[in-house]
């Protein structure tokens, strides 16, 4: 079974940093989607950013600039880099992964923010940005 667990939230003033952290355990695949979601109250669930296994990443244009998903060398965690943050960004953040035998080359860059492509969650983390 396969487990997300996130860190990193807090409460910051609007212009400050947050980064999240996702890490990733148990019997997974090496070919994956994986992404950053959130929530904000009375919201629906939106994607903030999305990475694959080669690399490649998609966010979103509220956050572009602003917001960069890595992840480190082995793969076993995920990472979301927030800077200059705003009221706006207040939410519960979500790592989610999907995890391949093989995948399309381009097929996380098509399905990044669909919740339902994604069977793995995490239980959240929440951001408190004030202004």
């Known amino acids: 079974e396969v487990q997300l667990v996130e860190s990193g939230g807090g409460s910051v003033q609007s212009g400050g940093s947050l980064r999240l952290s996702c890490a990733v355990s148990?019997?997974?695949?090496?070919?994956?989607?994986m992404g950053w979601f959130r929530q904000a109250p009375g919201k629906e669930r939106e994607g903030v950013a999305g990475i694959d296994d080669d690399g490649r990443t998609s966010v979103t244009d509220s956050v572009k600039g602003r917001f960069i998903i890595s992840q480190d060398n082995d793969k076993s965690t995920l990472y979301l880099q927030m800077h200059t943050l705003k009221p706006e960004d207040t939410a519960m953040y979500y790592c989610a992964a999907v995890f391949f035998r093989s995948r399309a080359y381009d097929y996380c860059s098509a399905i990044w923010n669909d919740t339902e492509e994604y069977n793995y969650w995490g239980q959240g983390t929440q951001v408190t940005v004030s202004s």
């Open positions: 148990g019997d997974t695949y090496s070919s994956y989607c």
